[in-house]
Each structure stands twice: as C-alpha cells, then as structure tokens.
C-alpha cells in the first residue's frame, strides 16, 4: 500500500528533475560584448547602393571598391566611390573619389582626394566636368558642394576659382570666389 502511494510521488520528483536538466541542456547562453569603436563592425568589397524617387526611377547609385562602418556609427566609408545622379532615370552627373563617407540616414556625404564630376553632353549643352580636392553632398537639398580650389570645363571654356555650390535639381553652377572665366564657343 505504501508503494502504491508512494509511487505517484517518485514519479513527480523524476519528471522535475528531468525538466530541470532538460531546461539546463536546452538553454542558450548569449554572450554581448562591446565591440571595438576603432575597428570596423562590417566591411564589404563591391558596393552597390542604389535609391530611387518616388515614381521609381533611379535617383541615386553610390558603386564602391571597398566600403565599411564603424560601431554605432551610421556613416559608410568607402574607398574608390563613384556617386552618379540622375533625372527622370537619365544619368545626371557622375561623381568619383578616391576616398569618402556618406550617411544613409541624414543622406548626407562627402567626397575627398582627387574629386571629378562628370556632366554628359546632352540637349543642354555640352559635357562639363569640375575637378576639386573635397566635395560634400546634401542629398535632401540635392546640392554638392566645395570651399577648395575648382577647375571646370563646359565645352571648350574653362573656369577656376575657390570653392563653388551645384544645385543638381535646377542644374545652376556658383563660383564663389576669386573666379576666372575663359569663355570659347
């Protein structure tokens, strides 16, 4: 008779105890450790990132050689970028450096070492190119921009001066200082 009680109770004392050990088997231990602020958290060869307007054409490609981030930080670096605009799903302009970073978020960038945008030559006019050694960009507003030393060809006429802004939506070129225009049809 006491067996016969007892029983039940031996059987609830074992399935507690495998329970225990099957939860302490089963269970995942996660491990979080800070990861270095000075080190990249990712890096990718071949970049591609590409943004479109609202009607789904292309509006943006940033295509990199080389491109990584750092730990809570949201800027990309990149190595070798070229950023080419567009309107209405036509190439814009180009722009190429040799090294930079652009925020996804405040979708704004900048451009250093041996900077070249690239107009094609198209109903507007002819193909233009300005050559700097620094450039930002403000995607939002869609203006580039420069305070250093720029070179700029449109056709066969040439301009230099110090630092210039490029409105790419209403396509409109400022010098803003110590200009040199030398005009030729």
């Keep these: ?7 039940p109770v031996l059987l609830i004392v074992l399935m507690a105890l495998l329970t225990f050990w099957l939860d302490q088997v089963s269970s995942i231990t ?3 450790r800070d990861l270095n602020p000075n080190r990249p958290e990712f ?12 009607h789904g054409q292309l509006y943006e490609r940033l295509v990199a ?4 981030q750092f730990p809570k930080q949201h800027d990309v ?3 070798k970028g070229v950023l080419t605009l567009y309107r209405a799903g036509a190439t814009d302009s180009v722009v190429k450096a040799e090294t930079g970073h652009y925020n996804p978020r405040t979708r704004q ?6 900077v070249r945008m690239d107009k094609p030559a198209g109903a507007e ?3 233009s190119s300005v050559d700097t050694s620094a450039m930002s960009l403000d995607g939002d507003k869609g203006l580039l921009r420069s305070n250093r030393y720029v070179e700029m060809h449109h056709g066969n006429s040439v301009a230099t001066g110090v630092g210039f802004t490029y409105d790419y939506r209403n396509k409109q070129l400022h010098l803003l200082s ?6 030729a049809k």
């Design 1 to 7: 008779m006491i067996r016969q009680k007892l029983f």
């Design 30 to 32: 996660t491990i979080v």
């Design 43 to 54: 890096s990718a060869s071949g970049l591609t990132a590409t943004r479109f307007d609202e």
């Design 65 to 68: 050689e080389r491109a990584w």
């Design 77 to 79: 670096y990149f190595d």
């Design 109 to 114: 960038g900048f451009f250093d070492r041996k």
């Design 125 to 127: 006019g002819p193909a």
């Design 178 to 183: 110590n200009a040199r225009i030398t005009y």
